[in-house]
């Protein structure tokens, strides 16, 4: 199946500021924001991964793997996924599309945060995410100057 960019943006418009009931709220828990990077490109792609250990899926909160809910994780199977769900490939901040994650970090190698491309704001990516609940927020107010740009593909 196709990565549909537009769902999962739809996803993240409807959900950017408050929380799906049929997911954990993992603010309290080291925080909520790839939990929603993994409902939204779950939106777009309609596919969960069930391998033991190294998948991406969530049945409920004692029921899900490490990378639903992980910056590292997620970052690990999208950039490694040869079977179901969505795989990420390393683009320049230039290309990036909504529907595209970007992951950013304090220090070189550690990654703290994911968000998902919304749209843009004239020629800079705007993102939406939780932990810090955003819509449509410009990528230059992060201010964690480490960042890789991810292209989703399904």
């Known amino acids: 199946m196709a990565y549909d960019r537009a769902r999962a943006v739809a996803y993240a418009r409807r959900w950017a500021l408050e929380r799906n009931p049929a997911y954990l709220n993992f603010d309290g828990?080291?925080?909520d924001c790839?939990?929603?990077v993994s409902q939204c490109l779950y939106a777009g792609c309609g596919v969960m991964n069930f391998t033991p250990v190294t998948g991406w899926y969530y049945r409920d909160a004692a029921h899900r793997a490490a990378a639903w809910t992980s910056v590292a994780y997620l970052y690990r199977f999208l950039t490694e996924n040869r079977g179901a769900g969505p795989r990420g490939v390393h683009i320049k901040p230039t290309d990036?599309?909504?529907?595209d994650v970007v992951q950013l970090g304090w220090k070189r190698g550690t990654?703290?945060?994911s968000v998902l491309v919304v749209g843009f704001c004239g020629d800079e990516a705007c993102v939406a995410a939780h932990t810090?609940?955003?819509w449509m927020r410009p990528l230059s107010a992060y201010r964690q100057p480490n960042r890789r740009?991810?292209?989703i593909e399904a």
């Open 29 to 31: 828990l080291g925080g």
């Open 96 to 99: 990036v599309l909504p529907g």
């Open 132 to 134: 810090q609940d955003a």
């Open 34 to 36: 790839t939990n929603f």
């Open 111 to 113: 990654y703290t945060h």
């Open 149 to 151: 740009f991810l292209r």
